[in-house]
């Protein structure tokens, strides 16, 4: 595997290589000092990966995801090989942790990670994926493929991947240099969603809550100039819009407020799939190529 | 869902309908006289075909899929969308149809149709995917689907699909206008899964399989000049083709020795999956959007 453009790092398994688009496309196991337990990403790297540094975008998907949804589903690889931008899919929670009641709900443990660091009790050891994605991914793809220039990083997500992609980008405005979603959980602290989430991980101190939650960071801390324009995408007939569970409309309203640059749109008819997600792909990876590549 | 671009008949059931690339993608099921089970198929019809009629691009996947697989993952609904065809993926076999042995191995019986009309005793009844593909599936989505004018019709496909793609084409010459494959089972009749699906569904007697054979279909009754060039799209570091299962270079050279065009490209590298379909895909779409629309 040893190449410029990605052999693995000692401590990463290489567990298969797919041409893909021109590119190489590479599902990797490393054993996670952030989640204790071996965690799987999946990499591709654009074809010209092979002759020069590229820049990179994460993305996180959604509740019961894996790293393969996005990756098989999504349509990403052709524009990410076109613009010459690495993609890295992380996986979505620890798995086989062994927590008590982590296989308990779908929306909740295994599959249900919410991108953040646990302070409770049973999940604090384990259920770390802020730390996970904002720190141990980013230096595991740079170790083990140096053709990916990790300080050139952009974020996107869907649904809890969207709220994910959403705060890993307000806490490290620095760290990103652009953020999108599709269909993002927007304000978890007032959805079911996130409220049993936030409280099953961080305990009864809404306070805490409030560190992971997209709009309340935006009315604290924004705006995030250096962000650029966000991009939102949603389905106008996802039924997850309509339970109330996104609420996207408060993040516009954030934005508006402290003058960040934001471009919510409202996809009439689109639903909560991947279908959605590959009908619009192509603005989000254009739009993150045009900040990393300028 | 009554609708001039595509309300159901009256036997056909739409167990889903998403927004995909501007157009519909219906999930159809309906009762096959063919193999008197219930058939699943999957249309994607264009933007255009809410204001025009459409041709029509069969695609047949390979064993073990599902009408799911090419549309989950394939990416051609973003090329459908743009030249304006639809496209119509069915199931690989009947589900269900109760018949001794049918779900022992992955590579007969369900799953693995082989889009042939079984002679042999426990499986003539059911498994008549020729039938169903040739004249059952277009006759459902006329009915339904007025929108999608099935007198200009394509087909394509994967593998197991590969070879049905070529067996219908070259069969019906008159019913498809252009025909190209993945990976395809190019002569069936040479190779182990080939020589495991006919010996079960059509008995001892190789005369009767050879009507299945694209190889031997095209040394017989080629060339078909109504069908263009036929494009083969194979990997280079696909298993199947170095275990000997897929023998692409007999087809190329009958079609050398009948002057039938076929542009047969080895892809450097790529392997068996649908990341190699998704990579080459939009030529194959254009290819027969090109023969469809002019």
């Known amino acids: 595997m040893a190449s410029s453009s990605g052999g693995a790092a000692a401590d990463l398994e290489i567990k298969s290589e797919t041409a893909c688009f021109g590119g190489r496309l590479l599902k990797c196991v ?18 010209a990966a092979a002759s020069s540094a590229v820049p990179v975008l994460y993305y996180l998907s959604g ?3 894996t790293d393969d949804n996005f990756i098989q589903k999504a349509g990403a ?9 690495a993609l890295v899919a992380p996986d979505t929670s620890p798995r086989g942790a062994g927590v008590a009641g982590e296989d ?5 443990g295994t599959g249900a990670g919410f991108y953040v660091d646990a302070t409770e009790a049973g999940w604090k050891e384990n259920y770390r994926m802020y730390a996970y994605v904002t720190e141990e991914l980013p230096a595991a793809v740079a170790a083990s493929f140096p053709a990916v220039d990790t300080s ?16 890993v980008a307000f806490r490290n405005p620095d760290k990103y240099r652009s953020v999108s979603a599709f269909s993002a959980i927007c304000n978890p602290v007032e959805c079911p969603w996130g409220k049993k989430a936030f409280s099953g991980y961080l305990g009864k101190d809404e306070a805490a809550w409030k560190e992971y939650d ?17 991009l ?3 389905g106008s007939a996802d039924n997850f819009l309509t339970a109330g569970q996104l609420i996207p409309e408060a993040l516009v309203k954030a934005c508006e407020d402290k003058g960040q640059p934001c471009e919510m749109r409202m996809q009439d008819g689109y639903d909560h799939s991947y279908f959605f997600i590959s009908s619009f792909i192509e603005d989000h990876v254009s739009m993150h190529a045009d900040r990393l590549l300028a």
């Open 30 to 47: 490393h054993q996670s000092k952030a989640t204790k337990t071996q965690m799987t990403f999946t990499v591709f790297l654009p074809p």
């Open 63 to 65: 509740l019961t995801c």
């Open 77 to 85: 690889q052709r524009i990410a090989a076109l613009r010459g931008v």
């Open 104 to 108: 308990e709900g779908w929306d909740f």
């Open 152 to 167: 050139k990083a952009s974020v996107c997500g869907h649904s809890m991947g969207g709220h994910g992609a959403l705060v």
């Open 214 to 230: 997209a709009t309340e960071l935006m009315r604290r801390d924004g705006p995030f100039p250096s962000l650029g324009k966000i």
């Open 232 to 234: 939102l995408d949603q």
